[in-house]
Nanobody, 124 residues
Framework: QVQLVESGGGLVQAGGSLRLSCAAS????????MGWFRQAPGKEREFVAA????????YYGDSVKGRFTISRDIAKNTVYLQMNSLKPEDTAVYYC?????????????????WGQGTQVTVSS
């Protein structure tokens, strides 16, 4: 059984930093990629970043390029999201996700497994 558990969310002032972690258990050797998505109240779930599990290739949404960095530690079955220069518009629930399918890592519909989410709030 696959389980994804996020941690590291919280309240931070604009311009600050946070690091999210997602610890995974289960059949991680079958994964193609892991990603982070976020959802603000009243908005669609939005792609933030993804990393290919085997090769470490990274992908970012336009709104976070240059500010956020995704990485993975295969030995720990953990993916991280380092968030710098945070803005109030980054406020959302952040979800970790994993997919066994190749294809579009930017699309939430391509992901098989999801964490429960962690709240990130950026105050102005």
């Amino acid at each position: 059984q696959v389980q994804l558990v996020e941690s590291g969310g919280g309240l931070v002032q604009a311009g600050g930093s946070l690091r999210l972690s997602c610890a995974a258990s289960g059949r991680t050797f079958t994964w193609y990629a892991m990603g982070w998505f976020r959802q603000a109240p009243g908005k669609e779930r939005e792609f933030v970043a993804a990393v290919s599990w085997r090769f470490g290739s990274t992908y970012y949404g336009d709104s976070v390029k240059g500010r956020f960095t995704i990485s993975r530690d295969i030995a720990k079955n953990t993916v991280y999201l380092q968030m710098n220069s945070l803005k109030p518009e980054d406020t959302a629930v952040y979800y970790c996700a994993a997919t066994t399918k190749t294809g579009n890592v930017y699309s939430r519909y391509n992901y098989d497994y999801w964490g429960q989410g962690t709240q990130v709030t950026v105050s102005s």
